[in-house]
């Protein structure tokens, strides 16, 4: 059985560890190089659909069927 030798973290270390990951996410959308994700994590069955999945084409790319274009060629 593995051992657990973690110290408990105060609530003041927790709030400092969440503002600088906070941070460096922010950091990181702040580069204009940087796309957005409709989803962060994969679909689900069942699960709801999210508010950007018809702008991102979420079921046809997760179908795995082709494109347009590459139907048409």
């Given at each position: 059985?593995?051992?657990y ?44 659909d ?24």
């Open positions: 059985i593995l051992e030798n973690r110290k408990p973290k105060t609530a003041n270390e927790l709030a400092e560890e969440a503002w600088a990951r906070l941070e460096r996410l922010l950091f990181h959308y702040a580069d204009p190089t940087t796309g957005y994700l409709s989803r962060a994590l994969p679909f689900r069955e069942g699960e709801a999210g508010d950007y999945d018809h702008l991102a084409r979420v079921l046809e790319w997760s179908a795995g069927g082709a494109s347009e274009d590459e139907a048409e060629g």
